[in-house]
C-alpha cells in the first residue's frame, strides 16, 4: 500500500476500518439548517453522502518518521459489545490485515495517539486473547488526554461529572483500562511532546480533553484533528456541532480556532472520518472558512 501523502520527510498510511451511511445530516448536526445545507450538499456526493446519509469512515492514521511509527486513533475494534452505538457493536473487520498491506505488523507500532477517549477512537488499543482484553500494539506507549481519562474512569471522583457516560458505555473497561493496567498508558496534558516535531494540542468540546496531535516535518504541517470536524460542512459553517460534541460552544469556539490556525500556517488538516481524500486544507471565506481539496498543496 502506497501513503496517503507526506508530511516533509514523514510518510502517512490511511488504514481503514469502516465506511458506511452513518445518519441523516439532520439527525448529526446539532445547528443543522435544511436552507444552508442544501447550498452546499451538490458537491459531498458521493464521498461524503450518499442516499441521503451522511458517509463516513472510521480510518486509522500511521506516521512513519523513518525511526517511529506514531499511530492516530484506533477505530472501533473488534468484538465489542457497543450498547451506546450499536452499529460499532460486535464487529469482525479486517483492520489488521490492512495494517499489513501497508507493510505493518501490531508489534511495529511504537506509540499510539488517542485525539479523544470516544468510542471509535480506542476500539484496536485492544484485542480479545482468550477471553482478556489485550493491548493489541504490546510494544507501543499509548497517549490518553488528561481530562479523558478523569471522565470515563470508574475509579476517579470526576468520573460522570463530566458527560458522555451513555454513548460510551463499556469503552473506558474494554479498551483503555487494560492499557493503563499493562503499564503502557501515558497521560498527558496541552503541549505534551509525542515526538520529534510531534505536539498535543489542547482542542476541548468534542470531549472534554479532546487533542489535536500537530505534525511538522520539513516546514510541512499538518493537524491530526480527530473529531474537531466530522464533515466539510462544518468546514463551511463551523458553528455546527455533531450530536456528539459534549460542551456544544466549546467545541464551536475550539473548531474555530484550530481552523484559523490550519489557515494562518497552511496546514493540512486530517480528521478521522472524512470521506476521500480523507483530508483537506483551508482557506479563509466570507463568513467562516473554506475546503480545499488540493492534492498539489500538499505534496
Ligand atoms: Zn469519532
Known amino acids: 500500500m502506497e501513503e496517503a501523502f507526506r508530511i516533509g520527510s514523514h510518510k502517512v498510511y ?11 445530516p439532520e439527525a448529526l448536526f446539532a445547528e443543522f439548517e435544511s436552507r444552508v445545507f ?27 518518521t523513518g525511526d517511529e511509527l506514531v ?35 501490531p508489534e511495529d507500532i511504537d506509540k499510539v495517539f488517542c485525539t479523544h477517549l470516544h468510542i471509535d477512537h480506542v476500539g484496536w488499543n485492544t484485542r480479545l486473547v482468550e477471553g482478556e482484553w489485550e493491548p493489541t500494539f504490546a510494544n507501543a506507549t499509548y497517549y490518553f488526554p488528561t481530562l479523558d481519562e478523569a471522565a470515563w474512569n470508574p475509579a476517579k471522583e470526576t ?8 454513548v460510551n458505555a463499556n469503552v473506558f473497561e474494554d479498551s483503555v483500562a487494560p492499557i493503563i493496567k ?25 470531549t472534554p480533553g479532546h487533542m489535536v496531535l500537530e505534525v511538522e516535518s520539513e ?32 467545541a464551536a469556539s475550539t473548531r474555530r480556532a484550530i481552523l484559523d490556525r490550519a489557515a494562518d500556517r497552511n496546514a493540512r488538516i486530517v480528521p478521522a472520518h472524512f470521506g476521500a481524500p480523507h483530508s483537506v486544507f483551508v482557506e479563509r471565506a466570507q463568513d467562516g472558512f473554506r475546503p480545499v481539496f488540493d492534492e498539489r498543496r500538499g505534496g
Not at 458521493?46 to 458517509?55: A, E, H, T, V
Not at 498508558?185 to 520529534?196: M, T
Request: charged share 20%; net charge negative.
Open 219 to 250: 516546514g510541512e504541517i499538518a493537524f491530526f484533528t480527530g473529531d474537531i470536524l466530522h464533515h466539510p460542512m462544518q468546514i463551511s459553517q463551523p458553528g455546527w456541532n455533531s450530536v456528539y460534541c459534549e460542551d456544544r460552544d466549546q
Open 159 to 166: 468520573y460522570g461529572s463530566l458527560g458522555g457516560a451513555e
Open 182 to 206: 499493562a503499564g503502557r498508558a501515558e497521560l498527558i496534558e496541552h503541549g505534551a511532546s509525542i515526538a520529534d516535531g510531534m505536539t498535543a494540542i489542547d482542542s476541548p468540546g468534542h
Open 38 to 64: 442544501a447550498e452546499h450538499a451538490p458537491g459531498f456526493e458521493p464521498d461524503f453522502m450518499r442516499d441521503g446519509l451522511i458517509y463516513g469512515y472510521l480510518q486509522s492514521w500511521l506516521i512513519d
Open 71 to 105: 499511530l492516530v486513533d484506533t477505530g472501533a475494534g473488534n468484538e465489542k459489545d457497543r450498547p451506546g452505538i450499536p452499529i460499532f457493536g460486535n464487529l469482525q473487520t479486517d483492520f489488521l490485515a490492512k495494517l499489513e498491506e501497508a507493510g505493518f505488523a
Open 14 to 24: 490511511r488504514i481503514e476500518e469502516w465506511q458506511g451511511g452513518f445518519s441523516p
